[in-house]
């Protein structure tokens, strides 16, 4: 068994320090992570400029871009094998409902996911680290669960969010959906030293869509959120409405 690693805080994060250690004795481990805290970068890719890969003194490996950038580098160029399974975290906060779309730490599991190699985001739901042993005794639960025993053929991505409790290493699992979230909070507009508008991007709007099978529930009450994820964004259910709109452009054009 050959587990990549990496995350969306740095490979400085205590997370990611302690996602390794749950790994510790399931496969061989190779860590890449972002050089700087990489929180929000969603899916985005380095284009534009060249990507340098350094040797941290523990061994891990760090790259001066994004969660995304990592795990591509190291599947398409940096490894000399192809991993088979790619874990992400433990991330510093939850990563639920909308979080999901914006999230660098979903994103590099995501990212393995896309190579089709079967992939787990971590994430400790309260910021701050408190109770992250509890929360990578979770985590290495889960890993060693699905190198055991494989929930689906194939690649998938699994969502993991933590309670931040003391007891979260004995709290139960829920399999869940994704929430939804209110609007974000309005920018917040200040000035820089030279009197010019800056503005900083608010917090993340309240759960508004938080009910019993939601991956917001099931973390409020004390239980593992686990929500399996996939790529496709079409709107199935919208597609019979859209075909005859569709049809009627056709037909003007």
């Known amino acids: 068994m050959r587990i990549l690693v990496a995350n969306d805080d740095g490979y400085l994060a205590p997370g990611l320090a302690a996602l390794v250690e749950a790994c510790s004795g399931l496969g061989e481990i190779d860590v890449v992570a972002p050089e700087q805290n990489a929180s929000g970068t969603s899916n985005s890719l380095t284009l534009h400029r060249p990507l340098s890969v350094f ?10 871009g994004t969660p995304s950038d ?3 580098v190291a599947l398409t160029g940096l490894l000399p094998y192809r991993p088979d399974l790619i874990v992400s975290g433990i991330n510093n906060g939850q990563n639920m409902g ?8 979903v994103a590099a599991a995501m990212e393995g996911y896309l190579f089709g190699v079967p992939a787990v985001a971590f994430s400790l739901a309260e910021r701050g680290w408190a109770h992250l042993d509890q929360a990578a005794a979770v985590a290495r639960r889960v890993i060693r669960s699905v190198i055991e025993r494989p929930p689906v053929p194939g690649a998938w991505l699994l969502n993991v969010n933590i309670p931040g409790t003391a ?15 209110h609007a974000s909070e309005p920018v917040i507009r200040a000035q820089n030293p030279r009197g010019e508008p800056i503005y900083w991007i608010g917090a993340a709007g309240d759960a508004r869509e938080a009910g019993p099978g939601t991956d917001f529930h099931a973390v409020t009450q004390g239980r593992v959120s686990l929500t399996p994820l996939q790529i496709d964004l079409t709107d199935h259910a919208g597609l019979p409405g859209w075909s005859g709109w569709a049809q009627s452009l056709g037909e003007s054009a």
């Open 167 to 181: 007891d979260a290493d004995r709290a139960p699992w829920q399999l869940t959906r994704l929430g939804r979230r």
């Open 70 to 72: 990592c795990v591509h």
């Open 98 to 105: 909308d979080d999901t779309l914006y999230s660098g730490t």
């Open 55 to 64: 040797t941290a003194a523990n061994g891990f490996r760090y790259i001066n």
